[in-house]
Each structure stands twice: as structure tokens, then as C-alpha cells.
């Protein structure tokens, strides 16, 4: 009877302490789960702080510089006009042309809103271009709004290459369009190569350095079935157009 009355006795002097433990436990648990739902609850209170700041930036295009300010003052926005205007047929002078950051645009309050405004149909006049080069041409006539040009060319040993030698409209007239006429140097002269296979090397030779060509012999064959002398290869072949001072080369027979 004394051994089981000691282990009763035991079970119960250890209960107590199990229960302090499961109870710590539960304490545990319940603790974590406040921190973490204050944390969530936290990040969303951050988030719609944020996005109470937030705001969707209006369309302002073809409004007044009064209206455009305004209006995005409504917003909490700021206007910030640029000083350069654009010209545009559609858009009114005076009135908002485009602007950054673009309509429908997520923005933060107390942000800069920048517009350009129109300066209205803008008539552009043809500038002075003859005598300018093709590429000078171009660029003036880009920054004066005009679009690029029709070009039409000649050969001519009076004007260097690339040079403008005519223009349409006149220096000084509105241009809806632009024709320029532009030198594409002096004209050169092309020769159709002969073919030279079968005929003596060295007189062969003899004309053609007398027409100003550069001539060599490269090689000789000893097996080509030709007398020694004659031409039996050439470069370049026959029909194909050489300029003057061009380089030939000849292999003869051995």
C-alpha cells in the first residue's frame, strides 16, 4: 500500500509544474499572434497612408495655362509651364500642348506638373541653302520645322560633291515642301575591260598603261596549251567597267 500511495504522490507533486508550463505556452502563442496582427494591421494603415497621398494626375491637353492650374490644383498639383512653345495645327496658341507626367498617371501630392503650350499654325519660311552641304541643308531645314526634302541630283566638274545648287521654293518664301538640287561630283569616266586572253602579254600591256592603267604580271603557266607570251588569264575579266589608274594583272603562257 506504501508504493502506490508514494507514486499517486508523486503524479500529483508534478502536476503543478506541467501546468505552469502549458499554460507559459499558451501565453507564448497568443502573444505572437497579437504581435503579428498588429504588424499586419500596421503595414496596412502604412499602405493607405501612402496611397491617400497618392493621385490620379488629370488631362489638362487644350486648356488654358489658368484652367491647366487650376484644375490640377484641385488635385493638390503643381503647374510648371515650359518657356519654348510648339508649333500645332491643331491646338490653339496659348493653350497645353502636352504634358509630364501623362494623363491617368499615379502621382504623389505637391508634385510638379510640366506643360508645353502651342504656338499655334506656324507658317515656315524657306531658308537661304545653295552653297551648303546636303547634310548642313537637312539639319536647317529640320530646325526650322520643315520636313526633309525631295532631292534631285547632277554630275558637274563646277560644283564640289554634296553641294546644294538649287533650291525650290526661293530663300525667304513660306514652304509647305522643299526641293533641293544637290552636285554629285564631277562625272567619271568608265571603261568596259576588254578580253585580252590569247593575245601577246607585253603589247597588250603597252596600251593599256598608255590609257592610264596600272598593268602586272602575276603568274605563269607552263601547261596552258598556248605559246609562251600570250595571255592565258586576267583580272578583271573581260566586260567588266574599270576607271581609269585601275590595277590589271595578266598571266601569260610559259
Known amino acids: 500500500m506504501d508504493l502506490p500511495r508514494r507514486l499517486l504522490y508523486s503524479d500529483r507533486s508534478h502536476m503543478p509544474l506541467r501546468t505552469r508550463v502549458w499554460t507559459a505556452g499558451r501565453l507564448l502563442l497568443i502573444a505572437g499572434g497579437l504581435a503579428a496582427t498588429y504588424l499586419v494591421f500596421a503595414a496596412i494603415a502604412v499602405r493607405v497612408a501612402v496611397r491617400a497621398r497618392d493621385v490620379v494626375v488629370p488631362d489638362v491637353t487644350g486648356a488654358t495655362v489658368r484652367d491647366a492650374s487650376s484644375r490640377l490644383a484641385q488635385d493638390d498639383l503643381v503647374v510648371r509651364v515650359d518657356p519654348v512653345e510648339r508649333p500645332s495645327l491643331d491646338v490653339p496658341a496659348g493653350h497645353v500642348l502636352g504634358q509630364d507626367p501623362r494623363p491617368g498617371t499615379s502621382s504623389r501630392r505637391q508634385r510638379t506638373v510640366r506643360v508645353w503650350l502651342s504656338a499655334g499654325p506656324r507658317v515656315a519660311y524657306m531658308p537661304q541653302l545653295v552653297g551648303e552641304s546636303e547634310r548642313s541643308a537637312t539639319i536647317r531645314l529640320s530646325q526650322e520645322g520643315l520636313e ?77 596549251g598556248l605559246p609562251a607570251g600570250l595571255i592565258v588569264r586576267q583580272t578583271p575579266a573581260g566586260g567588266y567597267q574599270v576607271q581609269p589608274g585601275a590595277a590589271i594583272s595578266l598571266e601569260v603562257a610559259q
Do not use: K, N, W
Not at 526633309?148 to 554630275?155: D, F, G, H, M
Not at 563646277?158 to 561630283?185: C, H, I, M
Open 148 to 224: 526633309a526634302p525631295v532631292l534631285a541630283e547632277i554630275r558637274s566638274v563646277d560644283f564640289s560633291a554634296d553641294q546644294v545648287v538649287a533650291q525650290e521654293p526661293p530663300a525667304g518664301r513660306p514652304a509647305a515642301s522643299v526641293q533641293l538640287l544637290v552636285s554629285r561630283g564631277a562625272d567619271v569616266t568608265a571603261y568596259v575591260m576588254p578580253d585580252l586572253i590569247g593575245l601577246g602579254g607585253e603589247a597588250a600591256a603597252a596600251v593599256l598603261r598608255q590609257q592610264g592603267f596600272r598593268v602586272s604580271f602575276v603568274a605563269q603557266q607552263a601547261s596552258s
